[in-house]
């Protein structure tokens, strides 16, 4: 990298003129709300129901905290089978609750959990599937349910990755008991810090208020043992900002998604994963697979790629399973997640943004090119 090129980073949030979000600062400044279900709270809440399609939603402070509070709201205990493939918030936000995780391997191109081996890893103790939107591709959401049916399991999504994502001309939120976004900074819509659960039915949904304000209904009567995960007022303000030039964000990314497509199909060895069908995809992580037959391994990539400057990411590496807290767990054994194995061991994700120039594109897109260059015989 020269000292004219500045890094370009795996993502980079798209922020509003400041001088936007004063007058909603002034209005906290005026009245003084700043957490506890105020105005802002309100109104993102509604605004993002009504954008995103859904019926309920409730706000966190960030996602992690919504993942815990999900499963506490319909009282999951025993195992939850989950994937491997996944930000570790998956998977601690069960044990955090004392459920044990169940490792499933995740099927061909989907990067989601596979339902063809969900049914053998079921045991008594099983309550639920918490299966994973990976890159916001949806899951098999109709073998899923299926299967929860007839075991009589819950299904809460991870649906981190999915803000805005449709499938089969819905939205992909409304599969499931419960749908749990992160609205964290590096996310396609973000309040900074945030996330959300998604539900269907208005009971639930103040059940899922009450827990993340400590359990209270009331000044004086306590009827759960709850969290605070409370979302504040600037946090929600921000947001509604946000929305507004969410569409714009999302058009953006899909064009930087269609010029990568183009630009390394003639790459030999750089597999892009096509587009989920029938989805209306956010893009909101762009991976790669460095095949075989790509002269550098996917590591060799991923260090040529930081020396130049370009901060792509091995998302999901290490897979969860692999950390110390999981892997001597007999479903963490990687004999039983071969598929989720060989992708997390050629996976990069690349750099993804609105802002995101042609010229930057070029620049990533030539290293990989270059760096399979330098070493074919001439």
Not at 155 to 180: C, E, K, P, R
Not at 205 to 232: C, P, Q
Not at 332 to 353: E, F, H, Q, S, T
């Amino acid at each position: 990298m020269s000292r004219e090129e500045k890094p370009i980073y795996i993502t980079q949030p798209t922020l509003p003129a400041l001088e936007e979000f004063m007058p909603y600062l002034q209005q906290i400044w005026d009245n003084k709300i700043l957490t506890n279900g105020g105005p802002f709270h309100r109104q993102l809440e509604q605004a993002l129901a009504d954008y995103l399609g859904v019926k309920y939603i409730s706000l966190f402070s960030n996602g992690t905290l919504a993942l815990m509070t999900a499963l506490q709201s319909l009282r999951i205990t025993g195992e939850v089978i989950t994937s491997p493939y996944s930000f570790v918030a998956t998977a601690h936000s069960l044990l955090w609750n004392g459920i044990k995780p169940v490792f499933v391997d995740i099927a061909p191109q989907t990067f989601n959990l596979d339902p063809a081996k969900i049914e053998a890893a079921i045991t008594p103790q099983t309550t639920a599937i918490m299966p994973v939107h990976c890159y916001g591709r949806p899951c098999d959401v109709a073998a899923i349910e299926e299967i929860a049916a007839n075991y009589g399991l819950k299904v809460i999504y991870d649906a981190a990755h999915a803000f805005g994502v449709n499938y089969q001309g819905n939205s992909l939120l409304t599969h499931g008991d419960l749908s749990v976004l992160s609205f964290h900074a590096t996310k396609v819509f973000n309040t900074f810090e945030g996330g959300a659960i998604v539900c269907s039915d208005a009971k639930t949904k103040r059940h899922i208020d009450h827990l993340k304000n400590f359990g209270f209904i009331d000044e004086v009567t306590v009827v759960a043992a709850g969290i605070n995960g409370k979302m504040s007022e600037i946090n929600a303000a921000f947001g509604l900002l946000q929305l507004k030039n969410i569409d714009a964000a999302l058009d953006q990314r899909t064009q930087v998604a269609h010029r990568y497509r183009e630009q390394l199909a003639a790459i030999a060895g750089i597999d892009c994963p096509p587009d989920a069908p029938d989805a209306v995809a956010n893009h909101s992580y762009f991976p790669i697979l460095v095949q075989p037959d790509y002269p550098l391994s996917r590591d060799v990539l991923f260090e040529a790629l930081r020396q130049s400057g370009i901060i792509a990411r091995r998302y999901f590496y290490p897979l969860i399973s692999d950390f110390p807290m999981y892997r001597n767990m007999p479903s963490a054994a990687r004999a039983n997640l071969p598929l989720a194995g060989k992708m997390a061991d050629r996976v990069i994700c690349l750099p993804i943004y609105p802002e995101l120039q042609a010229v930057q594109q070029d620049r990533i897109v030539e290293v990989i090119r270059l760096a399979r260059s330098v070493t074919t015989p001439s």
